[in-house]
Nanobody, 128 residues
Framework: QVQLVESGGGLVQPGGSLRLSCAVS??????????IGWFRQAPGKEREGVSC????????YYADSVKGRFTISRDNAKNTVYLQMNSLQPEDTAIYYC???????????????????WGQGTQVTVSS
């Protein structure tokens, strides 16, 4: 059974950093036909794709709103995907989710409905 567990959220001041973790069980990240995506959902807004990584070649993709500030990475030994978030702003406040899909990503972010399994989310609040 595939399970994804997010952690690392919290309260941070504008300009600060957080690193989110997505611990994966049920499949190994070194298998080439999986992808992991990070999404976020702010109150009253639709779920938004933030970043994704394709396990086939570690290709990474980002939403324009986070490009240059967020970095997605993987640690196969820990079977975990990370989202390093720098220069956080109040508009980054949301619940952040990771999700998995069986596919090779070559074109960019893919929509939420394409993903098969989801974590429970972790709250990120950026406020002074």
């Amino acid at each position: 059974q595939v399970q994804l567990v997010e952690s690392g959220g919290g309260l941070v001041q504008p300009g600060g950093s957080l690193r989110l973790s997505c611990a994966v069980s049920g499949f190994k990240l070194d298998l080439p036909y999986y992808a992991i995506g990070w999404f976020r959902q702010a109150p009253g807004k639709e779920r938004e794709g933030v970043s994704c990584i394709s396990m086939s070649d570690s290709s990474t993709y980002y939403a324009d709103s986070v490009k240059g500030r967020f970095t997605i990475s993987r640690d196969n030994a820990k079977n975990t995907v990370y989202l390093q978030m720098n220069s956080l702003q109040p508009e980054d406040t949301a619940i952040y989710y990771c999700a998995s899909d069986v596919r090779v990503i070559t074109t960019g972010l893919i929509p939420a409905y394409e993903y098969d399994y989801w974590g429970q989310g972790t709250q990120v609040t950026v406020s002074s």
